[in-house]
């Protein structure tokens, strides 16, 4: 595996694994409705795009093979982290992880997590700021807002 930095030429591929890894990886957390809500498998790559080159953005590519990326902006925010879901436990997140918040000069590490991913970050020392419910397409669903200092 290396990580590497986005390329607008990614888009495409990442937005597909973003829909399979939440309708697969989340299933045992959120209803079909709530994974079709946060998933809708239309995505607006174009404000994706340009959220991604805002951002501190990298990829995790194996054999040529996008299976992960996260984004960071300068705040420290921690906007989105997905690993395709035949990678989940490999050290992919963690990886992508390390490698942003050891390049940001934040003091302080925000996230909004999943069900599935809290336990992951409460590995790495993020602590649940509040559980909150968010609207997506007319449905609410549950995430945890969770954070850590430098």
Known sequence: MEL?????????????????TVHAVNARDYSEA?????????VDQAAWNESFLAHRTLVA??????IGFADM?????LDRLYV??????????????????SGSCAGRFVTHASIAAK????????????K???????????????????
Do not use: K
């Not at 590497?4 to 495409?12: G, H, L, N, S, T």
């Open 4 to 20: 590497r930095q986005y390329r607008p030429e990614d888009c495409a591929e990442m937005e597909q694994m973003f829909y399979d």
């Open 132 to 150: 909150q419910r968010v609207e997506r397409h007319g449905i609410r669903l549950t995430n945890f807002v969770m954070s850590r200092e430098r």
């Open 119 to 130: 336990p992951f970050f409460e590995r790495r020392g993020y602590r649940v700021v509040r």
């Open 34 to 42: 709530e994974l079709n809500a946060w998933a809708t498998g239309q």
């Open 73 to 77: 902006d300068e705040t420290g925010y």
């Open 61 to 66: 590519v194996e054999n040529g093979t996008i």
């Open 84 to 101: 395709h879901r035949e990678h989940q436990g490999r050290g992919v997140a963690t990886a992508l992880c390390d490698a942003l918040e």
